[in-house]
């Protein structure tokens, strides 16, 4: 495995992208088509911020290029999509269309949760892999072992739930999330602790953290052939859109805790001392415009981009100054 800094890990790595072009005519008259009939959808799970480009994935793949080069092959799952700007025959880059994932009668979909459920039937994919959404960058030079044990197992950066433990002790997981369901998301991450607590009886109350995710893919076939879990994934896999009943993909990460697969890395309980001793190893979540700035000076191993109107207008410049480069991946 090449590398620039020394790692532990010698097993290749692959890195998996999911992007949308939301301005492409055809892709938004097929989503105009199936919208109205979409039952069930969650708080924002239709909004077109939702899939807003900013040119994140050319930037992304620029700092891999530039602090990641061990990567060995990068898959970028799109409809039948392809960036324009992006070569298409770089010997590193792959463009996977939904047709060569899901079944037939599943497509198409607009939902990112069920396109996740099908990750590991990407062809040709590495055990071992990284999933990025398309505004998370690596912001420093970063080895293997960030994501990965020696032996294989994904280190998973995750925060904790404050007071759901004792709420599903307690019997009150009802009266607890009923405020989070106009949040979506957190909404769906409480429920899937609850899911994992009734199915194994352990309470693990993490939700995931905006990072890039170490995964193994015989893990999350595992994951999606058990039978306690099994009727949540294939729903999930069949929503077009997001829905608060289906399944997020942290659930792999709880299940694999369960069976003691991988190791969670708690985020929040070295917050005060890591953020002041080696911030840069903590993920950064650039939301508000005072963000930028702090990116610049500890320029963290990984970030994510939290796109709103009123950081958008300081991408470009932004960009330009972090990743100025082009990559080899551009036309």
Not at 82 to 96: A, G
């Amino acid at each position: 495995m090449s590398a620039n800094l020394p790692s532990g890990v010698d097993f290749p790595v692959d890195l998996v992208y999911l992007w949308v072009d939301g301005s492409d005519p055809a892709w938004l008259a097929r989503k105009q088509q199936y919208l109205p009939s979409a039952e069930n959808i969650e708080p924002r799970g239709a909004v077109q911020e939702r899939w807003q480009d900013n040119d994140e994935l050319r930037h992304s793949l620029r700092s891999v290029e530039m602090f990641a080069p061990w990567i060995r092959h990068i898959y970028i799952v799109t409809d039948n999509q392809h960036p324009p700007w992006l070569k298409r025959d770089h010997p590193k880059v792959s463009v996977v269309p939904h047709t060569a994932i899901f079944p037939a009668d599943v497509l198409p979909v607009f939902n990112s949760n069920a396109i996740e459920t099908r990750l590991p039937f990407i062809p040709g994919l590495a055990e071992h892999f990284l999933f990025a959404n398309d505004d998370m960058f690596f912001g420093r030079e970063t080895g293997a072992d960030f994501f990965f044990t020696p032996a294989g197992r994904p280190i998973v950066q995750m925060k904790p739930i404050r007071g759901l433990a004792d709420h599903l002790r307690q019997g009150t997981f009802a009266e607890f999330v009923e405020p989070l369901k106009a949040q979506g998301n957190v909404y769906r991450l409480c429920r899937m602790v609850k899911i994992l607590y009734d199915c194994t009886g352990m309470i693990l109350p993490y939700q995931s953290a905006h990072v890039i995710d170490p995964y193994r893919k015989s893990h999350l076939l595992a994951n999606l052939a058990d039978p306690r879990f099994k009727e949540l994934w294939d729903l999930t896999m069949r929503a077009r859109f997001r829905s608060p009943d289906t399944a997020q993909r942290m659930l792999h990460a709880l299940i694999d805790q369960a069976e003691k697969r991988n190791h969670i890395k708690d985020i929040t309980r070295f917050k005060c001392f890591r953020r002041l001793l080696t911030p840069q190893t903590m993920p950064m979540l650039l939301c508000k415009p005072g963000d930028f700035s702090v990116i610049r000076k500890v320029r963290p191993h990984v970030f994510c981009l939290f796109d709103n109107q009123d950081n958008r207008h300081l991408l470009p410049e932004f960009f330009a100054h972090y990743f100025p480069r082009q990559s080899s991946f551009e036309m």
